[in-house]
C-alpha cells in the first residue's frame, strides 16, 4: 500500500499546474522528497503541495480516513469530525456574510452523506474492511485566494476514492472534495 500511496503523492505534485505555489513537498530539498527517494514506504508525501510547510505522514491522513469509513459503517457521523474541515480555519479562511453559518451548512450536509454512504454498505456494513483513501490526482488544483470566496490560496482535491473491502471484493465511497490546510487535507463535501 505504501507504494501506491507514493504514486499518488507523486502524481499529485505533477498535477497541480493551475495556478500552483513554485514549490512543492516534492522539491529535491525538501524532507519528505529525502525521505521518499529512501524508502517509498515511510509515509511522508500524502500532505498537500504547500511550500515550505512540512508534510504530514500519510499515516495521518489514512488513520483519520479509517475513522472516516467507521463512522460510515456505524452511521455514527460524529466520529469523522477530525476529517472535516476545522471550524476556525474555515471561519478565517471564507470570505462571505456568515462563514460561521455557511460551515455549519457544510457539516450538516458532510453528516447526512455519511448516512447516505452507510445505507450504501446496507446490511453488511460491519464486515466491510477499510482499505485506504486514494487521492484522486488527476483532479488537483490550486485554488488562488480571492476564487471560491476565499480569502487565502490552499489546493484543493475532488472525486476521491474511500476503498473498502467486503465480501473479498474492493469497492469504494465516494470522497468529493478535499482541500488542504495546514499540511493536511480536510473533506468539505462527501457528495456533489
Not at 515511510?42 to 488513520?63: I, M, T, Y
Not at 451548512?105 to 454498505?121: C, D, P, R, T
Request: glycine share 4%; net charge positive.
Amino acid at each position: 500500500m505504501g507504494r501506491v500511496l507514493f504514486v499518488v503523492a507523486a502524481l499529485l505534485a505533477a498535477s497541480c499546474t493551475k495556478g500552483a505555489p513554485p514549490a512543492s513537498l516534492l522539491d529535491s530539498g525538501s524532507p519528505a522528497a529525502s525521505a521518499s527517494a529512501v524508502d517509498p514506504d515511510a509515509g511522508a508525501l500524502a500532505a498537500p503541495l504547500d511550500a515550505g510547510a512540512p508534510p504530514a505522514p500519510v499515516d495521518e491522513l489514512q488513520a483519520r480516513a479509517k475513522k472516516l469509513f467507521e463512522a460510515i459503517q456505524k452511521d455514527e457521523p460524529e466520529i469523522a469530525m477530525a476529517m472535516f474541515f476545522p471550524r476556525e480555519p474555515f471561519l478565517a479562511l471564507k470570505e462571505v456574510k456568515d462563514p460561521s453559518a455557511y460551515w455549519d451548512k457544510l457539516v450538516k450536509e458532510y453528516k447526512a452523506h455519511i448516512h447516505s454512504h452507510h445505507k450504501k454498505l446496507g446490511k453488511k456494513a460491519a464486515e466491510a474492511e477499510f482499505e485506504a483513501l486514494e487521492l484522486n490526482p488527476k483532479t488537483q488544483v490550486y485554488v488562488a485566494p480571492k476564487k471560491e470566496f476565499n480569502k487565502t490560496g490552499y489546493n484543493k482535491v475532488t472525486k476521491s476514492k474511500l476503498k473498502y473491502k467486503l465480501k473479498g471484493k474492493t469497492k469504494t465511497l465516494d470522497v468529493a472534495t478535499m482541500i488542504d490546510h495546514d499540511s493536511k487535507w480536510y473533506v468539505t463535501h462527501l457528495k456533489q
